[in-house]
């Protein structure tokens, strides 16, 4: 859940600081045999830098697309997907800081909570500034450039029907008339 910069009240920050603490510990947990990050491996205020790092870095990615409607001004704005992106990436920020105490990162860490966000050419956010794919939520700037994330399908055969194996008559368009027949 997004909430309120404690260092900046008109900063709202992407993500949550116990979804962060939560995906350390299972990291921790697999390469410690058991070990668990607490405030003196990882400082709350550690975590807090990291989702502030973090949602500034996807801001830098979102800003030119949705102008206007970026940075959000309520935590409640904030698309789920931005959420999980920006813990991701405060996760990767968190354990990179800590490897002293704990352990290098991984390459499947990094590939996983890093790279798979803003490695080019894609980088989930690479791909959003680029203006390729947009999210849902919000409204682009040139919003036919990008196509939606998540678009809707509408299924091929009736969903009440049990015993017609006809298209669905709203399918019929989609489908053009090769796949009709």
């Known amino acids: 859940m997004s909430f309120q910069n404690p260092d900046d009240s008109s900063e709202i920050l992407y993500g949550s600081s116990g979804d ?9 947990d697999v390469t410690t045999g058991g070990h668990y990050a607490d405030e003196r491996e990882a400082p709350g ?3 807090i830098r990291s989702l502030r790092d973090s949602t500034r870095l996807i801001n830098g990615y979102l800003e030119p697309v949705y102008v206007g409607q970026i940075p959000f001004t309520a935590s409640g704005d904030v698309p789920k997907l931005l959420e999980k992106v920006s813990t991701d990436i405060a996760t990767f920020y968190v354990l990179r800081s800590i490897t002293a105490r704990v352990g290098p990162v991984s390459d499947t860490k990094r590939r996983d ?21 947009q999210l849902p939520e919000l409204t682009a700037q040139y919003p036919e450039d990008a196509k939606k994330i998540n678009v809707p ?5 009736g969903i009440d029907e049990t015993t017609s194996h ?3 008559p709203d399918s019929i368009e989609e489908l053009g008339d090769d796949r009709a027949r």
Do not use: Q, S, T
């Open 166 to 168: 006809e298209p669905h």
């Open 20 to 28: 962060v603490r939560n995906e350390l510990n299972a990291h921790l």
């Open 153 to 157: 399908k509408a299924p091929i055969f």
């Open 113 to 133: 909570y890093y790279d798979e966000y803003i490695k080019p050419p894609d980088g989930l956010l690479v791909k959003i500034a680029e203006r390729k794919i």
């Open 45 to 47: 205020a550690l975590i």
